[in-house]
């Protein structure tokens, strides 16, 4: 077991290993950076002079080492935009990040698992058949174009919630986090259901239901309990594109966000900046799935079982 | 042939946790299974008489696809006027049939679904950009899908260190979140249009390389290969005779799967300003340029964005449908 999660660590760091490489050989492919920070209106001696000065002359694995290093001293130089510290701008980023996506899973949890129970429990009626087709379509609406739905609706046309900005406290919070949480919920209650369907036909539920268990303690402490597993993996995998929605949404409301900074600098070619932010987010994403690893056995002993027969 | 049945009728009813009941297409389950015992490959009037007699939600996404696809295609004889021509006297006219359009009329046949800031049919943009995000997310899952089965069929077929390592790759690169994977690649490459496919292409072939691999390395293992290997074929004549006819059928269903999370994915980037540069009429941008006048024109969000999720749907429902006509145990 905990090789297994060594194992899950190492693979992890190899993925922000990956991420960092890629961010770097992929900003020195589009172009001379000296050329593209200071502009047009220089004259080529001075991008030369420029160039020197910041190391861009020298060969590309020796830029690579070199931006390794400072990297793994937490350095990543400074923002060409700000002119203020890469890693500091974005940390300061970092809260409006987590309340959003925490806000966002917190309500797609809720939905997802109410409508999925729901529906488990009350399979083939009408409510079923609501619930499920608004989830399939949930599976086509693109995140930006439900945050704009949901913007016209509550913001411009009923005045009930501030359009945009993070000022107005937990009402300025409510429109990202239920665009951003939308599209999981419906995952999570299409899971929830299939899951919850297949264990109520197992034996086991038959057997405490003949002995007189009241369907609400059959359902939340004998089904409910096993078919989550599935999905706590779904909403573990969900994370990821949570995070990722939280790009789009962050830019959409204005929320000031990592995911709205790593845009708006991408938009900038703030390269700092964007190594940064898009290495937190890589980060976020590789602590939240060994987390995960490390939770399933928790609510599912046969796979510690199964990983300590695997891995002897 | 019970069992693999049961097992087929499992697996089909946690596939299908979608509204569709599971004893609703218990007889569909039986027929496919009667299929592969006959292991003959169905005819084309079959496969004609699977989709009338499919789920009536088949047949609505179908319809939906078809006409998107056609308005598309046609798009220069259906739209109106030219999708880039402005008209700067009518700005922002809403559509002709709607309360306040309907009182201040335009040119017959213009406006139907509203003009935008620089009065450009909205209508025509729409078509014109279903045209282009058709086109962008088919060559990009075209060419994903070569890039995968390639990497899949040569890394099943070979073993050995470079298949581990290409493997450990593919993993990492499907352990992250495509939109993410999306903008690290364009903060890199940039954007644009060509650069838009290539992001496409490289958030997507690992799925294929992934899912391919696995299905070779069940098939090298199987008696006709080694009737092959026997008779002296190389590995190169294994594959491409032997090996890739076999995974066809999995790697175009994987593509349609996949085509809706590539069109949203597309239209998400261009929003951004991280796609096709403007003025192209790509969804994505309509939807950018439409946001700046939530307030005044309503119309230029919710048409563009209903042709995104309609495209998408119908998409993903024969995405479904192909699936289960293919292999009701595959688990994509």
Redesign the interface.
């Known amino acids: 077991m905990g090789r297994h999660i060594a194992g899950r660590v190492v ?1 992890g760091l ?2 922000v290993l ?2 960092t490489t ?2 770097f ?3 020195r ?3 001379d950076p000296a050329t593209l920070t200071l502009g047009a209106n220089v004259s080529d001696q001075q991008i030369d002079s420029y160039r020197k000065l910041m190391g861009w002359d020298r060969p590309l694995g020796w830029q690579y080492l070199r931006y390794m290093r400072s990297a793994l001293q937490g350095d990543f130089g400074v923002s060409f935009y700000y002119e203020q510290d890469a890693v500091q701008l974005v940390f300061e980023r970092l809260p409006a990040t987590l309340e959003l996506t925490a806000a966002a899973l917190g309500f797609a949890i809720a939905l997802g698992l109410l409508a999925g129970i729901a529906s488990a429990v009350r ?2 009626t009408p409510l ?2 609501v619930f ?2 608004v ?3 949930g ?7 439900l945050a ?2 949901l ?2 609706l509550f913001a ?1 046309r009923l005045h009930l919630l501030p359009v945009a900005g993070r000022e107005a406290g937990v009402a300025s919070l409510i429109l990202p986090a239920l665009s951003l949480g939308s599209v999981q919920a419906a995952e999570i209650a ?2 929830t ?2 899951s919850m ?2 264990i109520m036909t197992q034996d086991y539920i038959r057997t405490a239901r003949s002995k007189g268990l009241p369907s609400r303690i059959l359902i939340m402490r004998h089904a409910l309990r096993n078919a989550l597993v599935p999905v706590v993996t779904i909403i573990g995998l969900q994370l ?2 949570l ?3 939280a ?2 949404t962050e ?2 409301f204005s929320w000031p966000g990592v995911g709205q900074l ?2 708006a600098s ?2 900038r070619r703030d390269f700092p900046v ?1 190594q940064v932010s ?1 290495l937190l ?2 980060v976020g ?1 590789v602590v939240i ?1 060994v987390v995960l690893d490390v939770l399933y056995p928790i609510l599912d002993p046969r796979i510690a079982q199964t990983h300590s027969v695997a891995v002897p | 042939m019970t069992s693999t049945r049961s097992q087929a009728l ?1 697996t089909n ?2 596939l299908s ?3 569709t ?2 004893a609703e297409r218990e007889p569909q389950a039986e027929q496919r299974t009667n299929r592969q015992d006959q292991s003959a490959g169905p005819s084309q009037a079959r496969w004609a008489a699977r989709l009338l007699r499919g789920p009536a939600g088949t047949r609505v996404a179908g319809i939906i696809f078809v006409l998107i696809v056609l308005g598309a295609i046609l798009a220069q004889w259906l739209t109106p006027v030219d999708p880039l021509v402005q008209n700067l006297q009518r700005p922002l006219h809403p559509p002709t049939w709607s309360w306040t359009g309907w009182r201040n009329p335009g040119r017959t046949g213009t406006y139907l679904l509203g003009s935008d800031e620089l009065g450009r049919d909205v209508l025509s943009r729409i078509l014109w950009g279903i045209r282009l995000s058709l086109a962008i997310s088919s060559a990009s899952v075209v060419f994903a899908m070569l890039l995968g089965v390639t990497l899949g069929v040569a890394t099943g077929l070979r073993r050995g260190a470079l298949d581990a390592a290409i493997m ?1 790759f593919t ?2 690169w499907l ?6 994977l999306a ?8 954007s644009g249009l060509i650069n838009t496919v290539l992001v496409l292409i490289l958030t997507n072939w690992a799925t294929y390389t992934r899912v391919i691999r696995s299905e070779v390395l069940s098939l090298r293992e199987r008696e006709f290969v080694l009737a092959a290997r026997a008779l002296g074929s190389g590995p190169r004549r294994i594959a491409v005779r032997h090996i890739i006819p076999q995974v066809i059928p999995t790697a175009l269903t994987l593509a349609t799967l996949q085509f ?1 999370i590539i069109v ?1 994915l597309e ?2 980037l261009s ?4 796609g096709v540069p403007r003025p192209a009429p790509s969804l994505g941008n309509l ?1 950018a340029d ?2 700046q006048f ?2 005044t024109a ?1 119309w230029l ?2 048409f563009p ?1 209903l042709t ?3 495209l ?2 119908s998409s ?2 024969l995405g479904d449908w192909v699936r289960d006509l293919v292999d009701p145990r595959l688990r994509l």
């Open positions: 693979r190899l993925i990956g991420v890629i961010v050989f992929a900003s492919l589009t172009g399979r083939g079923d058949a499920m087709s989830a399939v379509m599976r086509a609406v693109p995140v930006f174009w704009l739905l913007m016209y411009v299409r899971l259901r299939s369907v297949e990821g594109n995070l990722g929605g790009v789009v830019t959409i790593a845009v991408i938009l964007v898009v987010l890589a994403f799935s | 499992r009813a946690r946790g979608e509204g009941d599971s450990m993993d990492m352990s992250f979140p495509p939109i993410l903008i690290v690649i364009v903060a890199g490459l940039g809706g949203i239209a998400t929003f951004l300003g991280l939807l439409g946001r939530l307030w309503w969000t919710i964005g995104v999720t309609a998408v749907w993903n429902i």
